[in-house]
């Protein structure tokens, strides 16, 4: 329990909730511990007085400059694993400019000695991301196509484990687009984005989502933030929404989706794709979307219909589109 005093809000809560109340004869360590809570607070409450009495006195310092140093802006974890050693950085700022940021630029500041994670070197600029669903396979694969960036790291954050409370759903049933688990960490590439030709992009980014669809993937989140241009080519970012689709729903729901991409939907090797886990969008945004009823899943033709409202193309264009790579 605590009160923020900034003008933004600080990323983890200050602790969890306290038991104040007697419950067996034997409470000795509860006691102890409720009372070096209270006694911190106590402490703080004093030190933020005297701060708020002096403060016509003190120097004003830019909010933005203190936002872009100053720790408590930032979440706790400054580490994470990569091929079984700790890779440290630190925050250079929110990638966002809106408070509810989860995303952050960082520096590499210190790497053990022969590491041996991908191209990561000391001083390298990486993405810090905090998330509680990601689709990890859907990167991983676009990443040995060298169309997403590189990707370091997605697992938990060890630093949060005593304030979470995970409630995790029985297992092998659906999540059905609803968070049980607990916030975990995604460490990154950081690709330095330029805007390509609309044209050029449109054209790339219709050839990414053939490969997508055709390996059992869908990519649910195709707008204009997620998708940067290296100055080579086109890569997506934002996997959150990322997974594999229902392929009889997919055969289903062709309406948009280029005529190449329906000839390798009806392939039998994608039906054995089947999975009891299908990517669906949020539960509170499916209506607005596409409406559809709550607990969408994601399908090929969702993603067609973003990448035609993007670059104002047809099936038929995107269709002549990836029959001209072939």
Sequence with gaps: MGVV?????????LTSMEWLVCSSTDEGAQILHVASVLWAVRQTVHKLKHFYLDLSKATPQPVEKLRSLHPRFYPTPTTFPCNGQNITFSYLGPLQTHPTCVTFKAKITDMPTGSTC????????????????????????????QVAPALYYVGKVPEWEWAITALQPPTGTQTHSLTFGRPFMVAMAFVE??????????QQVARILHLLHTAGFVFGDLRAPNIIFDGKGVKL??????????????????????????????????????????????????KDLFHEEALAPILPSHDWKMWRMLYGLTSDQGDAILRKQE
């Design 237 to 286: 970012i934002d996997f959150d929404w990322g997974g594999c689709f229902n392929p009889e729903q997919a055969k289903r729901n062709l309406q948009g989706v280029p005529l190449l991409v329906q000839e390798k939907l009806m392939s039998p090797t994608l039906s054995d794709l089947a999975n009891t886990e299908f990517a669906r969008y949020p539960i509170n945004i499916c």
């Design 5 to 13: 005093m900034t003008q933004r809000i600080i990323v983890q809560r």
């Design 193 to 202: 984005s330029k805007r390509p030709d609309k044209d050029l992009e449109g």
């Design 118 to 145: 991908k191209d990561l070197r000391k001083g390298s600029t990486v993405v810090i991301k905090f998330v509680s669903i990601y689709g990890e396979d859907v990167h991983r694969f676009l990443e040995d196509h």
